[in-house]
């Protein structure tokens, strides 16, 4: 009788979500797949082929992340911290779109950036010059890095690029997030999966 029923839920579950239900289910949550850290910088990840076009950060691949080498669908998860900022719209639009080619379906993708509603509404609760030069040589042009911030995003406009580039099931991810390198009130991450 349990065959029955294992028969009749699979059966259930594939008219409702399709043949490949538990194959989706197993790209999602797979750790053993092909797994991509994206513009790593210093902060490598384990059990993810770190990318970077910066040579001294000493990644696995050094590649420009607007041009990966892999064939489209055949990579299970990416995380790209602190990255997608670094692009103008469009060019963040088009990585975005990228990233999003290489997923399987169903494949996951968490992007984290910093989040502009938190750092300007910090900023409007003492709003002195030296707290505006920090929020420019920080956060807004990013001087204190080799690649400056293109774009500024929140929580909201973060989300709102990912649905548009195809993902479904946005999800926040909290500050103390394994994938995060430091848990910092100034950014915000989400993650989505490929329809």
């Known amino acids: 009788e349990y065959e029955k029923i294992v028969e009749r839920n699979n059966k259930h579950l594939a008219d409702r979500w399709g043949e490949t239900v538990w194959l989706d289910q197993i790209i999602v949550s797979n750790g053993d797949g092909l797994r991509l850290n994206l513009g790593c910088g210093p902060y490598k990840m384990k059990n993810f082929v770190n990318i970077d076009i910066d040579k001294d950060r000493k990644p696995d691949i050094i590649a420009d992340v607007t041009n990966l080498p892999y064939k489209p669908g055949t990579v299970d998860e990416i995380y790209a911290g602190h990255l997608l900022e670094h692009f103008d719209w469009r060019d963040g639009e088009r990585a975005l779109g990228h990233w999003v ?95």
Request: aromatic content about 12%; proline content about 6%; some cysteine.
């Open 101 to 195: 080619s290489l997923l399987r379906p169903g494949g996951k993708i968490g992007i984290t950036v910093p989040d502009y509603d938190y750092l300007c509404r910090s900023y409007l609760t003492n709003p002195t010059p030296e707290r505006l030069r920090e929020f420019n040589d920080l956060y807004i042009y990013s001087y204190i890095q080799k690649s400056p911030h293109r774009y500024a995003y929140s929580e909201a406009l973060l989300r709102d690029v990912m649905e548009k580039a195809g993902l479904l099931d946005l999800k926040r991810m909290p500050n103390d997030h394994e994938y995060l390198n430091v848990a910092v009130d100034w950014q915000v991450g989400i993650e989505g999966r490929k329809r």
